[in-house]
């Protein structure tokens, strides 16, 4: 069945370094993407979104980029900080749906 | 603005009891989503509500049901409560504009253990 999921379950990095979070998914219809963070004790917390028409979004530290050949989504995150720490979710929308799917979500941890 | 407000924040049921969790959207916000969080299933979609309509539902059994109010607030109902569906509970609210598209805003949700 149509799945979103992600590469890696764990991801450590220095502080400072830049980080990349992976996410496949597999729904072609998808044509809206999300990346949520989520902290300890808390609810997912909107990063950046991209939409299928584009395949490179930048925020604030954070570039999404968006491959729909291979249906790739990557977060990356500049000079990490431990206040980036947070397990991260990819989720995808189909147009027209209002059921959006998250991934299992990959676990950043950031060494001082 | 405030954010989404989900209440209670720790919720202790035992086996065959009924719950009622309570989300108050933000301000604006016609839709509401719920979701359960597991650590083995992650993030699964239960439903969601526009216009005190459910609009789109998840795969989960009839035990699980919700409800929107006239002013958007949301109540999600659990009845005989099993060990299984010890979890997070979030709910998130957005505008609800047709065709989607747009970021959910989620609550810090409602810690639900089955005993």
């Known amino acids: 069945g149509e799945s979103v999921g992600l590469h890696l379950p764990t991801l450590s990095v220095q502080e400072g370094d830049n980080s990349i979070i992976n996410c496949a998914y597999s729904?072609?219809?998808?044509?809206?993407f999300i990346w949520y963070k989520q902290e300890s004790g808390k609810g997912p917390q909107f990063i950046i979104d991209?939409?299928?028409?584009?395949d490179k979004r930048q925020g604030q530290r954070v570039t999404v980029l968006l491959n729909k050949t291979v249906k790739h989504l990557s977060l990356q995150i500049a000079a990490t900080q431990p206040g980036d720490s947070a397990v991260y979710f990819c989720?995808?929308?189909?147009?027209?749906?209002?059921?959006?799917?998250f991934g299992a979500g990959t676990r950043l941890t950031v060494k001082p | 603005k405030a954010g989404v407000t989900q209440t209670p924040r720790y919720l202790i049921k035992t086996r065959g009891q009924q719950v009622t969790l309570s989300c108050s959207p933000i301000?604006?916000?016609?839709?509401v989503s719920w979701y359960q969080q597991t650590p083995g299933q992650g993030l699964q979609f239960l439903f969601e509500?526009?216009?005190?309509?459910?609009?789109n539902k998840g795969n989960f059994p009839g035990r699980f049901s919700g409800r929107q109010f006239s002013n958007s607030r949301s109540e999600m109902n659990v009845s005989t409560l099993e060990l299984g569906d010890s979890a997070l509970y979030l709910c998130?609210?957005?505008?609800?504009?047709?065709?989607?598209?747009?970021?959910?805003?989620f609550g810090s949700g409602t810690q639900l253990s089955v005993l």
């Open positions: 998130a609210s957005s505008q609800g504009q047709a065709g989607g598209h747009e970021k959910l805003f």
């Open positions: 729904n072609s219809a998808s044509d809206y």
């Open positions: 991209i939409r299928s028409n584009m």
């Open positions: 989720a995808e929308l189909p147009y027209n749906n209002n059921d959006m799917r």
């Open positions: 301000s604006g916000h016609r839709s």
């Open positions: 509500y526009f216009s005190e309509t459910q609009r």
